[in-house]
């Protein structure tokens, strides 16, 4: 694993660097009261972090210079994280436990959302369940020792640091940087298999691809699905229009055009597709919370997409609706009364 020489090599060597951000990340159990989360990611950081990954606060404050260098016990939650602690508290300034040590609350991060975050689609990891430590806490509170399973064996090695994350002060620099930070860390990693370099550039352009890849499965699944409705819909209407052929011919025969006959088939179309589009709307709200109430992923609702689907649904029971409603119109009143 990396270690603080490392870091301290890489911002001596490499040029061009604006901010260098130390990471030292181990699983806790978080406890505040009676209520828990086990397992929980506990990042020890610098105060540079929140720029870098480009998270906002929401209370309180992030960590400072003053908190790294006097070693304080404080921390900052993560949205997901304040909410399962501490429901509708406020948590600043309220003691919690990590592991078996006692911090205070500065801060809680703004929500994250991942289906918009640049950076959660690059690092991808949820930082709505994160909590902040100072890396200097982290490294007295947890050492510097990590578990590593090995061809089914437990080792235990040195591993002061999780990640190095650097930013640049061109674009241009970022490839070059990759490959010299290659070189230095093989210094002291000669087998170069204990670190991976990750190029933010190259896994924003491959989560693009992947999400524009999704975005076309989803969209010809979703596609597929509104033709099979929209048949499904039609067969019923011209269920409805055999059995209802005799009504049809009274009605013309007292007077109703065939513009009247095309308004009421068309408007039961679209009760049946209103329908539908409610129960869809309520299924589609109801997975995501039952999702975000069962797990730690948080799933993130938009309004817009529900009033586009549901616009969607609508039309759809118009377009499918016409030729039930145009066929019955059609109907020779006459045939239509003998109709049995």
């Known amino acids: 694993g990396l270690r603080y020489d490392d870091f301290d090599r890489l911002l001596a060597a490499v040029p061009g660097i ?11 159990n978080v406890q505040f009261g009676r209520h828990r989360v086990p397992n929980a990611r506990i990042l020890g950081t610098t105060p540079d972090y929140i720029r870098v990954k480009k998270l906002a606060i929401d209370r309180g404050r992030f960590l400072s210079d003053a908190d790294n260098s006097t070693t304080a016990n404080v921390v900052v939650l993560g949205a997901g994280a304040a909410a399962r602690l501490f429901g509708y508290q406020d948590p600043l300034g309220k003691p919690l436990l990590i592991g078996n040590g006692a911090y205070t609350v500065v801060g809680v991060l703004d929500t994250q959302d991942p289906g918009n975050a640049s950076t959660a689609a690059i690092d991808l990891q949820d930082f709505n369940n994160d909590i902040y430590v100072p890396i200097s806490s982290a490294r007295r509170r947890f050492g510097e020792m990590q578990r590593i399973v090995r061809a089914g064996s437990e080792e235990f ?10 930013c640049m002060t061109h674009e241009d620099l970022v490839s070059p940087t990759a490959a010299m930070a290659q070189t230095l860390l093989k210094v002291g990693h000669p087998l170069g298999t204990d670190f991976e370099i990750q190029v933010p550039l190259e896994l924003l352009n491959q989560a693009k691809r992947e999400k524009r890849l999704w975005n076309i499965v989803l969209g010809s699944i979703a596609g597929i699905s509104l033709l099979v409705g929209g048949i499904g819909i039609m067969n019923i209407m011209l269920a409805t229009v055999t059995e209802r052929t005799r009504e049809i011919g009274i ?16 408007m039961e179309t679209m009760v049946l597709s209103t329908t539908g589009g409610i129960l869809g709307i309520f299924v589609g709200i109801a997975i995501p919370l039952v999702v975000t109430s069962y797990s730690e992923i948080e799933t993130a609702l938009s309004v817009w997409p ?5 616009g969607i649904s609508l039309l759809a029971g118009v377009v499918f609706g016409v030729y039930p409603a145009r066929r019955a119109a059609m109907l020779d009143p006459v045939e239509a009364l003998r109709h049995e």
Not at 18 to 28: E, F, G, N
Not at 251 to 266: E, H
Not at 306 to 310: D, G, Q, S, T, Y
């Open 18 to 28: 604006k901010v260098a951000v130390p990471i030292a990340m181990v699983r806790k």
């Open 157 to 166: 090695e040195k591993t002061q640091l999780s990640e190095i994350t650097l």
């Open 251 to 266: 009605r013309r025969a007292i007077g109703a055009k065939r513009s009247d006959i095309v308004t009421q088939f068309l």
């Open 306 to 310: 529900i009033v586009l689907a549901f």
